[in-house]
């Protein structure tokens, strides 16, 4: 049975989304009637398939329309930093104790045991499915490039990139000790990997002795070929780890001019005010951007077995963005040992990140989070925004206000791809237990 939400839409290839509120954040070419809170009144005229004008809210009256009586319309939305070739193994490996040793230690035996090409492709669709429902369109996700797995995942990547182009267009970046960017082996057969399937470089960095020269070889690795970067760094509260300011330090020393994005920062909060401003500089300085994960910050940071957690484990994304870094969202895992939950539904993300990192009072630029700034970052300045010309693809709501669409889940949501409600049905949980045995 098809499921397309709550929205009844016109059976014409040119009507009008009538009465509609949108976050002025996310709409490009438009002043509509301003309504606080961030938000602005319009009618959104779709026609083929794409937004053919944004008008005063009420005043096109020739078309066939839904009328959205003040709901709330989003573009589509980015999800910057996930995990898909992880994805939904909890059901045979979950965390001993929820911590982050225990997420790296399940995980790696699950891919030794288990990472087939058949095995990670089928979780993969099985996430992206559920994406595409949710209402997102763009989706990065890292691949664990650890030998001997990342000649399986990055062809089970590239072939779920090739099926979904246009419906959730897919980018990866490779997941590598930075240390192994020392090997010159090792990184000759990861650039080579990286380059056949079009992916972008990456890894975790660590405090180790040589990481500046880690570093370098990266950025040099990088800039000779043209690719981008995104790393996981300081994922733990210990404030010695400051591999955020080698970051900074190392793509100014390298004049690098791709895009650098980082993923998770957590010490960042645990260091002393001083410290912390001044790294912060210097990733302003470097044109990093920042992506925050708070909702596996929140379950694998603090965590003590019989101890209650004392802090969010989320980086500081309000100073960062006081000072002009771009600073997104994203899901990062999901049902895997580093996050038990999730379903890369990007409302939940938001609502979550609004809560956890008080994006609110006020929550003008918080919808930024996951549309426009992700899509400038990932270099699709054509998606995660409301522009006439741009594909109408779209996320309608019956939510008017910020109260109303931060305390349900807009489960009836409905969403539109090129003009056109698709069905949001979710895929169901039984068909991945094949792969668990079951
Ligand atoms: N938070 C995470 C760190 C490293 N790997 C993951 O999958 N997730």
Redesign the pocket.
């Known amino acids: 049975m098809m499921s397309t939400g709550f929205a009844a839409l016109p059976e014409a290839e040119r009507y009008v989304l009538a009465r509609a509120t949108l976050p002025a954040a996310v709409a490009e070419g438009f002043d509509g009637a301003d309504v606080g809170e961030g938000l602005m009144r319009a009618d959104i005229v779709i026609a083929d398939g794409r937004i053919e004008a944004l008008r005063p809210a009420g005043s096109v009256t020739d078309l066939p329309l839904f009328d959205l009586d003040h709901g709330q319309v989003w573009p589509c939305f980015v999800d910057m930093h996930t995990?898909l070739d992880?994805g939904h193994i909890l059901p045979r490996r979950s965390n001993p104790d929820g911590t982050f040793d225990g997420?790296l230690e399940a995980?790696g035996a699950d891919r030794d045991a288990h990472w087939s090409m058949a095995d990670v492709t089928a979780r993969m669709d099985f996430a992206i499915r559920g994406a595409y429902a949710h209402g997102t369109s763009l989706i990065r996700t890292?691949i664990d490039s650890v030998p001997p797995q990342f000649p399986t995942s990055w062809p089970a990547f590239a072939a779920m990139r090739d099926k979904w182009a246009g419906r959730v267009d897919l980018q990866a970046v490779a997941?590598t000790p930075v240390d192994l960017y020392l090997d010159p082996a090792f990184r000759g057969r990861l650039v080579e990997t990286v380059l056949e399937h079009g992916g972008i470089l990456g890894g975790?960095t660590f405090m180790i002795p040589e990481l500046a020269t880690a570093l370098d070889q990266l950025f040099y690795q990088a800039s000779e070929h043209g690719l981008d970067i995104d790393l996981?760094v300081d994922?733990t509260a210990d404030p010695n780890a400051r591999s955020l300011r080698a970051i900074a330090e190392a793509a100014i020393r390298a004049g690098y001019e791709g895009q650098v994005t980082v993923g998770?920062c957590c010490s960042l909060a645990r260091q002393e005010a001083d410290e912390a401003d001044r790294t912060m500089d210097l990733v302003a300085e470097a044109g990093i951007a920042v992506v925050s994960?708070p909702m596996?910050n929140m379950y694998?940071q603090d965590r003590h077995p019989g101890r209650t957690p004392r802090w969010r484990g989320v980086t500081l994304l309000h100073e960062m963005a006081s000072r002009g870094i771009a600073t997104a969202v994203a899901s990062?895992?999901t049902r895997?040992p580093?996050y038990a939950y999730g379903d890369l539904d990007a409302v939940e993300v938001f609502r979550e990140a609004v809560r956890i990192l008080q994006l609110d009072h006020p929550l003008d630029a918080a919808p930024r989070v996951l549309t426009t700034t992700p899509a400038s970052v990932l270099r699709r300045p054509d998606v995660g925004r409301i522009k006439v010309g741009n594909s109408a693809d779209l996320v309608l709501f019956k939510a008017r206000s910020w109260t109303e669409f931060l305390s349900r889940p807009q489960s009836d949501r409905t969403v539109i791809r090129a003009g056109k409600a698709i069905d949001r049905t979710l895929p169901d949980y039984r068909e991945l237990d094949s792969l668990f045995g079951l």
């Open positions: 995990h992880k997420a995980v890292h997941l975790v996981h994922e998770h994960l596996c694998l990062d895992n895997d580093f």
